[in-house]
């Protein structure tokens, strides 16, 4: 059984002007969530640089990916709202977003961790920009 979507007036019937204050609600942790990743990792380098013996100029990279994945995913949020819609890209966005977490948090080297920030920028971009949307 296929289930139709539900579009925004019908929210607004079941739920009432409390449907957009839980729009808002749920936009801005989801984002706020995303965003946070990216400034907490600069605390925790020291200790990744340990972690995987690397140096400074190595450990940065886990930085800069994940600030250029941000910016990559804010001029792609605009295509993807259109392509896919708010709700979809909120959604999906946000699950990948956990994966990638977790894949980082498990990653068994530096190389897997960059990649794991990386994607995890390119979403909080996107997620960042949407939640600006709605």
């Given at each position: 059984m296929r289930r139709t979507p539900e579009t925004s007036e019908v929210l607004f019937a079941r739920y009432g002007e409390r449907y957009r204050i839980y729009v808002t609600v749920i936009a801005l942790l989801g984002t706020i969530s995303a965003v946070v990743?990216?400034?907490?990792?600069?605390?925790?380098?020291?200790?990744?640089?340990?972690?995987?013996?690397i140096g400074q100029d190595r450990a940065q990279w886990i930085s800069t990916g994940n600030l250029a994945g941000q910016t990559v995913g804010q001029l792609l949020s605009a295509w993807l709202i259109t392509a896919f819609g708010q709700r979809k890209t909120f959604v999906v966005g946000l699950c990948i977003f956990v994966v990638a977490l977790l894949v980082a948090a498990l990653s068994p080297n530096d190389l897997v961790l960059v990649a794991a920030r990386v994607v995890q920028g390119l979403l909080a971009g996107v997620l960042q920009s949407l939640s600006m949307f709605i």
């Open positions: 990743t990216t400034t907490t990792v600069n605390v925790a380098l020291p200790d990744i640089m340990g972690a995987f013996g």
